[in-house]
């Protein structure tokens, strides 16, 4: 028996991580920060880390202290099910869990993302044509509200409305401080295909097929994402589940792993643990290690090992915004400065090549990073049948495609601020579809709260942040206040 087997025959009870205790002790001081700050004061986090791509305006205001909220609280292997703290990382959490064959039913591709943070943002890995955003897996969470009140918010209990709009409410409504979230089996290993498509159709209709038979080629797949390097060259990597040993490849070190996905034609094979397929993103930040000489061998070969990771690049990010050091470098070389793209959207699977088309002759941007979704069946009891979670109203009729791109494109003088990033925004609205929240946004206030579930969040927002101690949504999202 493998030691993941005998680890979980071992787990007759609940296994303590943190504990309940530390939990209460965390909590405590939470509550204590928050009775700290002025009453006419704005209520903020103190973290000094984030994954977030807009700035937000400074403040000199004390925060609050979640320091003691970030621990895996217990791990239930018989019922398949974890606590955590609303600051826990999914790096520590994925830890917990894989001892026992357990993983979370999404795991967002960056080790620093938070439990909190995926839920009241919004999350997805390649796991999610099957199992939905992060926040589907909630069983229920105590949220600390604008009000100073710690609330259980479940989907058939008394506040079952904050349970349905947290979800892409970034922490305009308050703040989770536990979790309680399924897990779903896994297995030792993932064994992965990675399928070669000449056009931008193909890529489209090899996902529909995928999304809709749960396999390809006569075999199951477990997990899906695809990257387009241009209109003929694209991949897709389907990933299966097993426990058959095999050649295993490394991407933690010199070997970078979106290179591996090329290939001239047909399907390539490779293999990976559960934990580096997890992580397979991270070590690079998918691609964007590039823009920090990462990727070059003779300066990768020198590059601590444990610095190449997303939360170090974070740190490079900030030093860049402070210090302008890229247009600096720009402006030497006689080019204008750049406009940050960095965003996801969401369309409807079939228009996934038109909106592809699109972008490629509009933006010199390139890879892109794709991922079908579609909601976890069959929703929580009291959902709504058509918007089940209403500040971010997905159909669970419909499967989506996220769509990721990270880069800049040159800024021409007198060019409308964030031109590139509203012609995005336009032409998503254009398809029907949605974009995330965790960068820079445009949007008109009507358009806003048409789209993001405005009616609903009003009435939330007087019920759990009465005198307005947080932020409302459209002012922390596109005011950037």
């Given at each position: 028996m ?22 209460r002790?965390?909590?405590?001081r ?28 400074a403040t ?5 202290d ?50 909190g ?17 992060p926040h ?23 506040h079952?409305?904050?349970?349905f709009?947290?979800p ?10 536990r ?11 993932v064994?992965?295909?990675h ?35 241009s ?9 299966r ?14 070997n970078?792993?979106?290179r ?7 399907v ?7 934990h580096?397929?997890l ?5 690079d930040?998918f ?40 247009d600096?470098?720009?402006?030497r070389?006689?080019r ?17 090549a ?26 929580p ?33 007198g ?8 012609l ?7 398809l029907?579809g ?7 946004a ?27 101690r ?11 206040q």
């Amino acid at each position: 028996m493998s030691p993941r087997n005998d680890a979980q025959s071992r787990a007759s009870t609940t296994v303590p991580i943190a504990g309940e205790q530390a939990y209460r002790e965390g909590l405590r001081r939470l509550l204590t920060s928050y009775h700290a700050i002025p009453a006419d004061a704005r209520v903020r986090l103190a973290k000094k880390t984030s994954n977030l791509f807009r700035a937000r305006a400074a403040t000199g205001a004390p925060g609050l202290d979640v320091s003691g909220l970030n621990a895996v609280i217990s791990v239930d292997p018989h019922a398949g099910t974890a606590e955590v703290g609303g600051m826990c990382t999914y790096e520590d959490l994925v830890a917990a869990t894989l001892p026992f064959g357990l993983a979370p039913t999404v795991v967002p591709q960056l080790k620093t993302i938070t439990l909190g943070g995926a839920v009241t943002g919004m999350g997805i890995e390649s796991s999610s044509f099957r199992t939905g955003l992060p926040h589907e897996a909630v069983r229920s969470m105590d949220i600390l509200t604008g009000a100073g009140e710690v609330v259980t918010a479940e989907p058939d209990g008394p506040h079952a409305d904050l349970y349905f709009g947290f979800p892409n409410s970034y922490g305009t409504l308050g703040y989770a401080t536990r979790l309680t979230i399924d897990l779903e089996p896994v297995q030792r290993y993932v064994e992965l295909r990675h399928v070669r498509l000449h056009s931008l159709a193909q890529v489209q209709a090899t996902m529909a097929e995928i999304t809709g038979a749960g396999e390809y080629d006569g075999e199951p797949v477990h997990y899906l994402d695809g990257v387009v390097f241009s209109r003929d060259e694209a991949y897709l990597t389907l990933g299966r589940r097993t426990d058959d040993d095999g050649p295993l490849s490394d991407y933690t070190r010199m070997n970078v792993y979106y290179r591996s996905l090329r290939h001239p034609d047909g399907v390539s094979r490779d293999r990976l643990t559960m934990h580096d397929y997890l992580w397979r993103w991270d070590t690079d930040w998918f691609w964007c290690s590039r823009a920090f000489g990462a990727q070059h061998p003779r300066i990768r070969r020198w590059w601590p090992k444990h610095l190449l990771r997303s939360s170090f690049y974070w740190k490079l990010v900030a030093l860049d915004r402070r210090l302008h050091i890229a247009d600096r470098l720009d402006a030497r070389r006689g080019r204008p400065p750049g406009e940050r793209v960095v965003q996801d959207i969401e369309v409807r699977i079939d228009r996934t090549a038109e909106f592809l088309e699109w972008f490629l002759d509009e933006l010199p941007i390139e890879p892109l990073w794709l991922c079908p979704l579609r909601l976890r069946r069959p929703a929580p009891p009291g959902a709504d049948a058509h918007r089940p979670w209403p500040l971010y109203p997905l159909s669970p009729s419909e499967v989506y495609v996220n769509i990721k791109f990270w880069s800049a494109v040159p800024q021409q003088p007198g060019q409308t601020e964030g031109r590139a990033n509203r012609l995005i925004e336009r032409k998503v609205s254009e398809l029907g579809g949605h974009k995330s929240l965790y960068s820079e946004a445009f949007y008109q206030r009507a358009e806003f709260d048409a789209l993001y579930g405005g009616p609903v969040f009003a009435v939330l927002k007087q019920r759990y942040d009465p005198a307005g101690r947080l932020l409302g949504l459209y002012d922390k999202t596109v005011r950037r206040q």
